[in-house]
């Protein structure tokens, strides 16, 4: 049985900084792209970022681009998104998942506020 596990978010101040972590079990995500997604209150769920096999990461989002940086770790099944240069709009749940695939976990929640 996949199951996915986000963690790393928290109460953060503006400009500062998150690492998120994704963890997969139940399958390896060798050779596989790593989406990042948020949904705040009220808001649609949005692509944040993919991670790709290779550890390269593409900004989804033109309120993110240039913030983000992406990192994996296939023998531990991890694929992490770092964020820096907070902003309150970037307060929201994130979730990760493996592209073409449908397994979602609980999400982290990333609070952006003085």
């Known amino acids: 049985q996949v199951q996915i596990v986000e963690s790393g978010g928290g109460l953060v101040q503006p400009g500062g900084s998150v690492r998120l972590s994704c963890l997969v079990s139940?399958?390896?995500?060798?050779?596989?792209?790593i989406n990042w997604f948020r949904q705040a209150p009220g808001r649609e769920r949005e692509l944040v970022a993919r991670i790709w096999p290779n550890g390269g990461i593409t900004d989804y989002q033109d309120s993110t681009r240039g913030r983000t940086s992406g990192s994996r770790d296939d023998t531990k099944n991890t694929a992490d998104l770092q964020m820096n240069s907070l902003k309150l709009e970037d307060s929201a749940i994130y979730h990760c998942?493996?592209?073409?695939?449908?397994?979602w976990g609980q999400g982290t929640q990333v609070t952006v506020s003085a």
């Open positions: 139940g399958m390896s995500i060798r050779g596989l792209t």
């Open positions: 998942n493996i592209l073409g695939n449908n397994y």
